[in-house]
Antibody, heavy 121, light 107 residues
Framework: EVQLVESGGGLVQPGGSLRLSCAASGFTFSSYWMHWVRQAPGKGLVWVSR????????NYADSVKGRFTISRDNAKNTLDLQMNSLRDEDTAVYYC??????????????WGQGTLVTVSS | DIQMTQSPSSLSASVGDRVTITCRASQSISNYLNWYQQKPGKAPKLLIY???TLQSGVPSRFSGSGSGTGFTLTISSLQPEDFATYYC?????????FGGGTKVEIK
């Protein structure tokens, strides 16, 4: 069974930092691209970042570029998101998500349960 | 960035109703369109990928169609467990973008 379990969320002051982690199990982690997607309270889904299978290629939403860094450890089956210079508008539930990239299409097929990040003074 | 526009933003329907949600892309995305269902307090769940392919385990009352810039998600006979928010998402180019969501409520 595919499982994605996020951790590391919490309350942080504006300008602060937080590191989110996602523990993956039930599949060959090193074979899948991975994403972070966030959802502000009561709002819709917003893509944040993605990383390829070996970590050599990453992409970011303009709103987080230069502040957030996505990384992975295929030996430990973990995905991380280092978030610096946090702003009020970064307050959201952050989801770790597995990405299928193959002959039948491109799509996020599994999501974690999410971890809440609250940026407030 | 490609803008995804869903309509309606919300709807009220009864069990057994046929429900259609539309999603329009600001430019052609071929068939790189996915649909997700999200219930309150839960993570999204993949329903349909590449516009019309049903994800394994998803009931056949769900169907998707369209290509280019216009897409639809249809629920042929609404069931109590289908009351949720539905999102479309384009995977044609980065950044991935989602529609604003359609909340399906009980009439």
């Amino acid at each position: 069974e595919v499982q994605l379990v996020e951790s590391g969320g919490g309350l942080v002051q504006p300008g602060g930092s937080l590191r989110l982690s996602c523990a993956a199990s039930g599949f060959t982690f090193s074979s899948y691209w991975m994403h972070w997607v966030r959802q502000a309270p009561g709002k819709g889904l917003v893509w944040v970042s993605r990383i390829n299978t070996d970590g050599s290629s990453t992409n970011y939403a303009d709103s987080v570029k230069g502040r957030f860094t996505i990384s992975r450890d295929n030996a430990k089956n973990t995905l991380d998101l280092q978030m610096n210079s946090l702003r009020d508008e970064d307050t959201a539930v952050y989801y770790c998500a597995r990405y299928y990239y193959g002959s039948t299409g491109y799509y996020i097929d599994y999501w974690g349960q999410g971890t809440l990040v609250t940026v407030s003074s | 960035d490609i803008q995804m526009t869903q309509s309606p933003s919300s709807l009220s329907a009864s069990v057994g109703d046929r429900v259609t949600i539309t999603c329009r892309a600001s430019q052609s995305i071929s068939n790189y369109l996915n649909w997700y269902q999200q219930k309150p307090g839960k993570a999204p769940k993949l329903l349909i990928y590449t516009a019309s392919t049903l994800q394994s385990g998803v009931p056949s009352r769900f169907s998707g169609s369209g290509s280019g810039t216009g897409f639809t998600l249809t629920i042929s006979s609404l069931q109590p467990e289908d009351f949720a928010t539905y999102y479309c998402q384009q995977d044609y180019v980065t950044p991935l973008t989602f529609g604003g969501g359609t909340k399906v409520e009980i009439k």
